[in-house]
């Protein structure tokens, strides 16, 4: 059992969250229907502290939120992009208690040391590092306590704001948001989902020289202990100074890992933050080792080749081709003003891979800009309803983007995307079916 009674946990979590989350909904509210002013930097401030100081996955969809076009003002968007937990861990007591529950009452049996100490500590659990008999050196992911509870509460809030957004801003329809993120946040609490994941990525990049990920120990696992390998390795983020050729080459790595997986085993991982990337050394070569892997999605072929076909509709300004891609993907019935709005947002995400040159991921600062203007353009034309494969699609491309932009990468993204997807050729006509 967990450490606390859940309608306790609950009203705790309510508490904690629902002053700032229904203050800065009733003040978006208020800017949009009364003229009135509010200082977003400061509002913003105040609850990005409010929620990376709590555990749970509130602070996860903040993250999401902030990369759909629109859906919160600038200076939301900008602080919750950035969002960390500072969240305290939890001390020994609950370590050794979990450990117990997971394991049985001879769990230190299994390890010839085990540091009770975290050595991270993020928003479901906490990981500790320890040495398996064997003399493996593992990472052993605990999840807090009363985490269902946690993420039911968190669930209410979301649908609060998402409610509030809807009744003032029509450019999105949110109810396949929220569902979508309501499944993936439960499966996160599996840590049996997890491990499979790894194991999946595992067999992606068993032949690749440098991208790795942690191997799982199966016989310490559970639905709420997940025991892996320990790794090694800096942040990404802490290249960001170096030569222009080291951070080109992490770049490559860093586009290969993440597209690699969709384009040719239909799954991504959803969560491409910069502190799921390790830099390691693989024979004297600096490699990427890929963690956390409680958001990974699956797709259907189709929905793959739509993405492409979108890609070569953009490509060749083939309208018809367009269409094709959007009903592919599950848009229904787009009338063609809304389709054009649609296609600027997508123009933005596929502009790197459409300019066949060496260049940044990102060269102007002009994102924002252009999802502010699709978004209110959709609001005008009634809104779309995002079909749920194209949620995490979205948010982890923004993600990934964000990651090679603060790298401060120059390739030719064009070629590198162009070899990727070579392979789909044969798969794709040239040219969308006529009805």
Not at 162 to 180: M, R, W
Not at 307 to 320: C, F, G, P, T
Request: net charge negative.
């Amino acid at each position: 059992m967990d450490d606390h009674f859940p309608f306790f946990t609950r009203l705790s979590r309510y508490a904690k969250t629902s002053s700032s989350l229904v203050g800065t909904a009733t003040r978006l509210a208020s800017e949009h229907f009364l003229n009135l002013s509010f200082d977003e930097e400061k509002q913003a401030e105040a609850l990005m502290l409010t929620l990376g100081n709590l555990k749970g996955p509130l602070m996860k969809v903040a993250q999401f939120l902030a990369t759909v076009p629109g859906a919160l003002p600038k200076a939301y968007a900008e602080k919750f992009l950035t969002l960390q937990t500072n969240a305290p861990a939890m001390g020994e007591s609950f370590v050794r208690r979990r450990m117990r529950g997971e394991l049985g009452e001879n769990w230190p049996d299994s390890f010839q040391d085990f540091d009770l100490q975290p050595s991270f500590a993020a928003s479901l659990g906490q990981v500790h590092k320890a040495t398996l008999k064997d003399g493996s050196t593992v990472a052993c992911k605990l999840q807090y306590p009363d985490m269902e509870t946690i993420v039911e509460a968190d669930l209410q809030q979301l649908r609060l704001v998402l409610g509030v957004y809807e009744a003032f801003q029509k450019g999105i329809q949110t109810e396949n948001i929220f569902e979508e993120i309501k499944e993936k946040l439960f499966e996160e609490l599996d840590y049996f989902l997890e491990a499979e994941a790894l194991q999946t990525y595992g067999k992606i990049f068993a032949d690749h020289p440098l991208i790795s990920v942690p191997k799982v120990f199966t016989n310490y696992s559970t639905k709420r202990l997940l025991t892996m390998d320990f790794v090694e390795g800096e942040s990404l983020m802490r290249f960001t100074e170096s030569s222009l050729s080291e951070r080109n080459h992490l770049a490559r790595l860093l586009f290969h890992g993440w597209y690699f997986p969709f384009y040719h085993h239909n799954v991504i991982h959803g969560d491409p933050h910069p502190g799921n990337y390790r830099v390691t050394s693989v024979d004297g070569k600096q490699g990427l080792c890929l963690l956390d892997f409680g958001c990974v999605r699956h797709f259907n072929k189709n929905f793959i080749k739509g993405v492409i076909h979108l890609y070569e509709a953009l490509k060749k300004n083939d309208r018809d081709r367009m269409a094709y891609a959007y009903e592919m993907w599950g848009f229904d019935h787009l009338s063609f003003e809304v389709m054009e709005i649609m296609s600027d947002w997508a123009k933005l995400l596929f502009d790197p891979l459409l300019d066949d040159r060496i260049r940044p991921i990102q060269e102007k600062i002009t994102g924002w800009d252009v999802a502010s203007d699709v978004h209110s353009r959709l609001s005008q034309c009634g809104g779309v309803k995002p079909p749920r494969e194209f949620v995490f699609m979205d948010r982890a491309a923004v993600g990934i983007g964000s990651v090679l932009f603060h790298l401060g990468a120059e390739l030719n993204w064009h070629t590198l995307f162009e070899e990727l997807i070579d392979t789909h050729r044969d798969e794709i006509p040239l040219q969308a079916p006529l009805e």
